[in-house]
């Protein structure tokens, strides 16, 4: 049974950071893409940022420079260091999963955690 589960969400002032964590469970992990994904009110789902296998990262312009996703792979968990946050980055963020190649879209994933609530004001 896959599990992802995030947590490190919360409300932050503007210029604030936070860093969001998923653990996964159930899964193999090493060997596939992980991704952040968020929801703002109101909108569809979006692509934050992308980490492959070998550890290659691509982010959305949106947040290049400002959010960092990594993984540790001995912890099977996976990071999203997000800094300069802006109140245009207030959304739900989810943790998601897939076999091989990353993709942006939201469909191509497989596994998907609850998701954690980031607020900036």
């Known amino acids: 049974h896959v599990q992802l589960v995030e947590s490190g969400g919360g409300s932050v002032q503007a210029g604030g950071s936070l860093r969001l964590s998923c653990a996964a469970s159930?899964?193999?992990?090493?060997?596939?893409?992980m991704a952040w994904f968020r929801q703002p009110p109101g909108m569809e789902r979006e692509g934050v940022a992308v980490?492959?296998?070998?550890?290659?990262?691509t982010y959305s312009d949106s947040v290049k420079g400002r959010f960092t996703i990594s993984k540790d792979n001995s912890k099977s968990t996976l990071s999203l260091q997000m800094n300069s946050l802006k109140p245009e980055d207030t959304a739900m963020y989810y943790c998601?999963?897939?076999?091989?190649?990353?993709?942006?879209?939201?469909?191509?994933?497989?596994?998907w955690g609850q998701g954690t609530q980031v607020t900036v004001s």
């Open positions: 998601a999963a897939k076999r091989g190649w990353c993709s942006w879209s939201s469909g191509d994933f497989n596994y």
């Open positions: 159930g899964y193999t992990y090493n060997r596939s893409c």
């Open positions: 980490i492959e296998s070998d550890g290659d990262t």
